[in-house]
């Protein structure tokens, strides 16, 4: 399959969300058609991106004439107008776009959008919230959720695992939690295998189920 990682992105409603997210993806070098309604945010993007355009998206006729059909790739960054978001979405499926992001402001939202045809909702600030949760939380550095009830989670190792070579630990069985990487104080991330002895001092990456991760970081 071909790698449509860097192909042209429309995005749709320059809000906070959608501009910082233009903005970022025009500076990793991706083209980006962005485009709103209100003519004065389309101006004050106008000088920092490539192709900027003023039009309402619920208008079949404006998206094809700015050229909607030929992206693969659509972000739909409307939050509070739901009427706008929802309609919006259904007429870049009717455009066939294949591949269709939206983002949602509650889950009912993204059930929604779903519903229509989106093929990826984004919940931006029920997520951040969640991530925030975890950071707050004590131990934990850093959290990020790869899949729905899957994580990636950066912590000091509890006092338990130090010292014991990981294959000897019984840490998988135990919490059903792997450690994928390791840091030694002043030393960079390296690969953790089943030889990897922890230490004090050491910041370790480990994944699991997001139960079994949470479990596994409040031990002391
Ligand atoms: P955020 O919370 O990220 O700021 P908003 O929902 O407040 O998101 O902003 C959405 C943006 O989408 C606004 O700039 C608004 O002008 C734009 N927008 C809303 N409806 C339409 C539409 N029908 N066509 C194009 N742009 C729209």
């Given at each position: 399959m071909a790698d449509r990682r860097n192909d042209p992105v429309v995005v749709i409603g320059l809000g906070r969300f959608g501009s910082s997210l233009a903005l970022e993806l025009a500076h990793r070098g991706t083209e980006v058609l962005a485009i709103d309604s209100r003519p004065k945010i389309v101006q004050s993007m106008a000088g920092r991106l490539t192709h900027v355009a003023t039009a309402d998206s619920t208008d079949l006729e404006a998206l094809r004439q700015l050229g909607?059909?030929?992206?693969y790739r659509a972000v739909?960054?409307?939050?509070?107008d739901l009427e706008a978001s929802i309609l919006t979405t259904s007429l870049l499926v009717e455009l066939e776009v294949d591949d269709i992001w939206a983002k949602a402001v509650s889950r009912e939202h993204g059930r929604i959008l779903q519903r229509v045809g989106a093929h990826h909702v984004i919940l931006p600030e029920h997520d951040m919230g969640e991530r925030v949760a975890h950071l707050l939380n004590?131990?934990?550095f850093d959290y990020m959720e790869v899949d729905q009830n899957y994580a990636l989670v950066k912590i000091r190792p509890p006092r338990?695992?130090?010292?014991?070579p990981l294959g000897e630990s019984n840490l998988r069985r135990k919490?059903?939690?792997?450690?994928v990487c390791v840091k030694g104080q002043d030393e960079e991330f390296t690969y953790a295998g089943a030889e990897t002895v922890l230490a004090y001092g050491d910041v370790i990456v480990i994944a699991g189920k997001v139960d079994q991760v949470e479990r596994f970081a409040e031990l002391p």
């Open positions: 909607v059909p030929d992206f739909v960054a409307i939050g509070t004590g131990r934990i338990e695992y130090i010292g014991v919490y059903g939690v792997t450690v």
